[in-house]
């Protein structure tokens, strides 16, 4: 029962990710309908948080492997690189300035 219930659930909410609070409601719900018992709804309500986690991160990962490859072929440059930039410059504008001043 408890494999056929999480195959419906895994089904039903296809790439979806169920928050802890929605799949603590419908676990909750199926116990008192005497769908699950306690235990039953536990474990699923963990495995699906647990899959819920998993799926989130996959996306993540995905998204930022796109974005890298996306901004890689921009010719944008990092705000670090373009903040070290900024400092060599003023120091350079600075000595520059002290220089003209000797002369």
Do not use: C, H, P, Y
């Not at 309908?33 to 699906?48: N, P, Q």
């Not at 799926?55 to 993540?60: A, F, L, R, S």
């Not at 990962?61 to 690189?81: H, I, Q």
């Amino acid at each position: 029962m408890l494999e056929l219930l999480r195959r419906g659930f895994f089904a039903s909410i296809g790439a979806a990710i169920l928050t802890k609070e929605k799949i603590d409601e419908t676990t909750r719900r199926l116990v008192e309908e005497g769908k699950l018992t306690t235990a039953e709804s536990e474990k699923l309500a963990e495995d699906l948080i647990r899959a819920g986690e998993q799926q989130w991160e996959e996306i993540n990962a995905k998204t930022s492997s796109t974005l890298g490859r996306f901004t890689e072929n921009l010719e944008f440059v990092r705000k670090k690189d373009f903040d070290e930039l900024k400092k060599r410059m003023d120091l350079l504008e600075e000595r520059l300035s002290m220089m003209q001043q000797e002369e």
